[in-house]
């Protein structure tokens, strides 16, 4: 938007802020014996429970796919999370919860 408005120099700022929250995300928030992405508490350790955010750090292009480390993390969190049909990729995908995460409520009715 600062671009579009001529701001050149407020936009740079933006876009830098930006890349430093996406790279915080990738360094804080991947734990990669989970291949998951999570919240971080006020103790700084891991909220872990696998949520539906796993696929916004996708859909908002958090990752950078043409690096190499975060190409892995993606081919992790697409293979053990969201096409794993015993977490995301089940009969109706996509739960809000992992299927197998121990917050996922059951028993479920049918299509619930």
Same mark, same amino acid.
């Given at each position: ?10 936009? $740079?700022?933006w876009r830098a802020d ?5 790279? !915080? ?12 992405? &999570? ?10 429970? $696998? ?17 190499? $480390?975060?190409?892995?993390?993606f081919d992790q969190l697409?293979?053990? !999370? ?5 977490? &995301?990729?089940?009969? &109706?995908p996509f739960p809000s ?12 009715? &049918?299509?619930?």
């Amino acid at each position: 938007m600062a671009a579009a408005l001529g701001k050149h120099a407020e936009a $740079r700022r933006w876009r830098a802020d930006a890349e430093h929250i996406r790279t !915080q995300i990738v360094e804080r928030l991947w734990c990669a014996e989970d291949a998951s992405f &999570y919240d971080v508490g006020l103790d700084g350790e891991f909220v872990r429970i $696998r949520s539906v955010a796993n696929m916004g750090v996708l859909g908002e292009h958090v990752l950078r796919l043409h690096l190499p $480390r975060e190409r892995r993390i993606f081919d992790q969190l697409w293979t053990r !999370q969201l096409h794993n049909p015993a977490a &995301y990729w089940t009969k &109706y995908p996509f739960p809000s919860i992992a299927a197998n995460d121990p917050a996922f409520v059951r028993p479920l009715r &049918y299509n619930s």
